[in-house]
């Protein structure tokens, strides 16, 4: 390292990867946050791709983006704005730029500036910096394009594959800009493309071009990073996005509970992925069918629950409306079943990439009759496996429909993931009916929870009916019965009311805080950043998060009673804070309300928790 | 072990008297104590209407589910749990209306679900709507002025659907309906079974042409693999082949003798004649064909699920969880 250098010290950094919808960004910026995590940062990914997937190439409308957050602790977000952005053509420099800090790193490849590129990207001049006020000592232009075809010129690859590699050379570059040993990023590659080892070295040798360019050219202008690693947590790591991790929780709890997972389901945006990772894992027993609508998705897998198997559906937004009426059976019939939603954004096809929190009371009451069903929604990327795995656990031992909780920016998003030990996760034991109870069991007698016994076909004894149509609950046999249908409604409530949920657990000032700040799901990390940054500041603010939504934790009222102001921050119009109201005596909280399909950005969070707390 | 149709018998029916519900149901009680697969390991799945009530009758696993999806709830059975025997009961509204979509789709993958389709050409259990099934020109209660659709047939669909088996039965008619239903077992795939079903309340006299013995002696065939397409009281007509499609004609008069008459194939890979067949009607000058009209082996969704669920197993060298873990980039932090 020339001696010129001044390594800088940072305690967090946001790199922003962005391109075309093919340039790679994504493999980029995963490399860099799995080689971050190695050394042990804290690690948090969001990639932010474009609605329209077949945009032309250069266009505004096909840019993608991926952050990677890093941090010497624990990440608790992506971030808000970047500290680095690598733009690989004009239009991202365009659209992307708004999500660079004041003073950003810009890396640009000027090969993608020509007045072509300038054009589609809509720039009026060829002074493309200035008219995004962007100042030219920030920016580290380089010809990306040339000189990857130069570094792989006798490589025996053609063009289109070396143009592929352009990615590689941004990553090389962002390697030097932080200090990251290339041996790592080496080994990673050698690593993933085992069966293609000339791929892996062509891709070695332009990061190796990307580093060395950077040092020979901007040593003397740019300042070069370093994040130290502060705290971290022994163990074996994967990188994991949500929806990975959803399926992995799935595949956990049925193998837990010895039965086999199936998983009904139709393509749709962005749970798609889940049906993807699931349907790679057929060693492991898994069964998937790609239904003709989400219809039969949902109603398969609550056929396969019936007949012995942990019954899975997975879905997003506008499947969670067709799923509902077969939900409903799930709740009357009583059959284990695990919907998951990975939230988007709007009404109908809406914001089919994007995110929000908007299903909730949908999946809270969404559907016709009395029909209480368990809900759930995961914190973080990595909280997806166990999310899963406890609405598998919910659904098999309590015999009911779960609804998890997902959206975009979880399932998307990924995280360092700590291998769990499957010997050390909890013990998952439906309530099969006894043996004992031959000649007496009826399908409706329920165990001391509360709980229908589960008899699977095949068992000799056991055989019976279940049905959408109300049930006597004596005999099991139809029942128009007032008396009876008035009880089967409370012992259904009953049954769910009793499941046991962790208490919520109060972080920051817990004793003595001026704010509580409460959200669900996703917004953990979001609202986590915003109170620490708040206290930071001299407040007293302390936090709660929801990750079970029905039923509620038991000291929900005791919590959100304690303090004087509480505020619920979500990304809807009110949908917890109306429910919280429901379900709380006397709450009455401020809100802070967000519907753009994106993130919260901690800033505005900190800003607008302030002006509570000032109020 | 024997079984006796007792065996599969529970509960009291509470269709109308005379409903062929009750016909039906009967059949099947004493064609599942033929086939003689324990009722333990056999599951009935329906949807809604007064057909779907059936698997209230039977003392065998069952599922009175929701309107129109017993078809993907049955596949959901047969697929998870291929040990079991499924029956999947639909009337003409439950399977071809609102649960068509499943039923075109059960039919390509060709799951071995055994389809019953209880055809009385209108909506029973809400009282007397026009189905998918009712002629043109029907009056009903939705429609007093005559219905200004075309039907379905529920053979044409299933075969348009790929279908590799197909059998008709009349309600009423014990010998028939159980033989059928014996062969829809025997039949590895899916098979639909549409059962000819007098509602005596909303459309009473809808199957008149062949619901009683005189009837069927005189406008239904029953044919056979293997048989000669012949029928009439004293077997005095044959079915011939002419230029694309089939002909009546009176064995021994204007130059056709029995060795013109057709020899029904079920097993023949290509449908046109059985579809030729399944679509008669006295309307067009046809006998009504009853029995297998259609079967042909073919591979089932739910064998060939099994069957790569352990090709890749053998391939692949992770088996369980934890295995599945190890196949990713880990790294450790110490
Ligand atoms: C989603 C839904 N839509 C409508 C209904 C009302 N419904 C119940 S049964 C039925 C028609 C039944 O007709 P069919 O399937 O022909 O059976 P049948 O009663 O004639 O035996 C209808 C429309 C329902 N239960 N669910
Ligand atoms: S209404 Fe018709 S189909 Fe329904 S039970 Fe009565 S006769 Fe049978």
């Known amino acids: ?615 | 072990m024997s079984y006796t149709a007792q065996d599969f018998k529970k509960g009291q029916p509470r269709w109308c008297p005379g409903c062929g519900d009750h016909f039906f149901l009967a059949s099947l009680h004493k064609a599942m104590a033929e086939i003689g697969v324990a009722p333990e390991n056999v599951a009935v799945i329906s949807g809604i209407g007064c057909s779907s009530r059936l698997p209230h009758y039977m003392a065998t696993y069952g599922m009175n589910t929701i309107h129109g999806r017993a078809a993907a709830i049955a596949t959901g059975a047969k697929v998870a749990n291929p040990d079991l025997t499924v029956w999947q009961v639909s009337g003409d509204g439950d399977g071809l209306a609102i649960g068509g979509n499943h039923f075109i789709h059960a039919n390509r993958r060709n799951i071995d679900l055994n389809m019953i389709l209880l055809n009385n050409r209108i909506y029973g259990l809400t009282k007397g709507q026009y189905s998918p099934t009712s002629p043109r020109g029907f009056v009903s209660k939705s429609s007093p002025y005559g219905t200004v659709e075309d039907p379905f047939r529920p053979a044409e669909l299933c075969f348009g659907a790929r279908g590799h088996f197909f059998a008709r039965c009349v309600a009423t008619d014990a010998k028939g309906t159980v033989e059928v239903l014996k062969a829809a077992y025997e039949h590895k795939g899916a098979s639909v079974t549409e059962v000819l079903q007098n509602c005596v309340i909303f459309n009473d006299h809808c199957h008149d042409v062949v619901y009683n013995n005189e009837g069927r002696k005189k406008n239904a065939i029953y044919v056979k693999h293997g048989e000669k397409l012949v029928f009439g009281e004293n077997n005095e007509f044959g079915l011939v082949q002419q230029g694309f499609g089939l002909k009546v004609v009176e064995i021994g008069k204007d130059g056709y003798t029995i060795d013109d008459v057709l020899v029904h194939d079920a097993h023949c890979e290509d449908n046109t004649l059985q579809l030729k067949l399944a679509m008669m009607t006295p309307e067009d000058g046809f006998p009504i064909a009853l029995g297998v009209i259609r079967d042909v082996e073919a591979p089932t969704y739910d064998e060939a699920v099994h069957a790569q669920l352990a090709e890749v197993s053998a391939q692949k060298k992770y088996h369980n969880f934890t295995e599945l873990l190890e196949t990713n980039d880990i790294w450790e932090v110490r």
Request: charged share 20%; hydrophobic share 40%.
């Open chain 1, 1 to 615: 390292m020339a001696e010129n250098l001044e390594v800088k010290v940072l305690d967090q950094v946001v790199v922003r990867f962005s391109g075309d919808s093919g340039d790679g960004m994504q493999l980029a910026g995963n490399i860099f946050s799995t080689v971050s995590a190695t050394v042990g940062n804290g690690i948090s990914t969001f990639p932010d791709y474009p609605a329209d997937i077949r945009a032309p190439q250069g266009s505004l409308t096909g840019v993608s983006g991926f952050q990677v957050h890093i941090g010497a602790g624990k990440v608790y977000t992506p971030g808000d704005k970047c500290d680095v952005l690598v733009a690989m053509n004009a239009a991202a420099l365009k659209t992307q730029y708004r999500y660079a800090k004041p003073g950003a790193t810009i890396i640009i490849d000027t090969d993608s500036f020509g007045p072509k590129d300038l054009e589609k990207a809509q720039f009026a001049t060829e002074d493309y910096l200035g008219e995004m006020g962007i100042d030219a000592d920030r920016v580290v232009a380089c010809p990306m394009t040339q000189m990857v075809k130069d570094c792989l010129a006798d490589s025996g690859m053609d063009n289109k594959a070396m143009l592929k590699c352009r990615n590689m050379f941004a990553l090389g570059l962002v390697c030097w800009l932080f200090d990251r040993d290339l041996n790592l990023v080496a080994n990673f590659l050698r690593e993933k493309f085992a069966k293609k080892p000339a791929i892996a070295e062509a891709n070695i040798k332009v990061i190796q071009a990307g580093w060395d360019y950077g040092h020979n050219t901007h040593s003397s202008a740019i300042n070069v990073y370093r994040v130290e690693t502060k705290e971290k947590t022994p163990g074996r790591y994967m990188d994991i996005t949500g929806n990975k991790a959803t399926a992995y929780g799935f595949i956990a709890a049925a193998e837990k509970a010895g039965l086999k997972l199936y998983l009904g389901s139709y393509p749709i945006t962005p749970a798609t992925d889940v049906l993807h990772e699931l349907s790679k894992h057929k060693s492991c027993g898994v069964i998937t069918v790609q239904c003709e609508d989400e219809i039969s998705g949902c109603a398969s897998a609550l056929g396969a629950s019936f007949a012995g198997a942990l019954g899975v559906t997975s879905t997003s937004g506008p499947g969670i409306c067709l799923k509902s009426e077969a939900m409903n059976l799930a709740v009357i019939m009583e059959l284990p079943l695990v919907v998951l939603d990975v939230q988007r954004g709007g009404p109908a096809t809406g914001l089919p990439t994007k995110s929000e929190q908007t299903d909730l009371l949908q999946a809270l009451f969404g559907r016709n009759g009395e029909s209480p069903m368990p809900v759930m929604a995961a914190t973080s990327p990595t909280d997806c496996f166990d999310a899963a795995y406890q609405a598998c656990k919910i659904a098999l031992e309590h015999m009911t429909p779960v609804v998890l909780l997902t959206d975009a920016f979880v399932a998307n998003g990924s995280g360092a993931f700590k291998l769990p030990d499957i010997t050390k996760l909890d013990a998952i034991n439906p309530p099969y009916v006894p043996e004992e109870l031959k000649g007496k069991w009826t399908p409706y007698m329920r165990a001391e929870n509360g709980t229908r016994y589960w008899a699977v076909p095949g068992r000799e004894g056991f055989a019976h009916i279940l049905g959408g149509l109300e049930k006597d609950s004596n005999t099991g046999a139809i029942s128009t019965n007032p008396e009876n249908h008035d009880l089967m409604t409370r012992l259904r409530q009953q049954k769910i009311d009793n499941i046991q949920v962790p208490d919520l657990e109060v972080g920051g000032d817990a004793e003595d805080a001026d704010l509580l700040i409460v959200g669900f799901g996703s917004t953990y990390g979001h609202l986590h950043s915003a109170m620490d940054e708040l206290r930071q500041k001299g407040y007293k603010v302390a936090q709660t998060h929801f990750k079970y939504l029905n039923p509620l934790p038991k000291n929900t009222a005791a919590v959100l009673t304690k303090y004087k102001k509480v505020v619920v921050a979500e990304q809807n119009m009110g949908q917890l804070a109306g429910y919280l109201r429901m379900k709380v005596d006397g709450f009455v909280p401020y809100q802070f309300n967000q519907v753009k399909g994106q993130p919260f950005v901690v800033e505005e969070l900190v800003n607008a928790f302030e002006e509570i707390l000032k109020k």
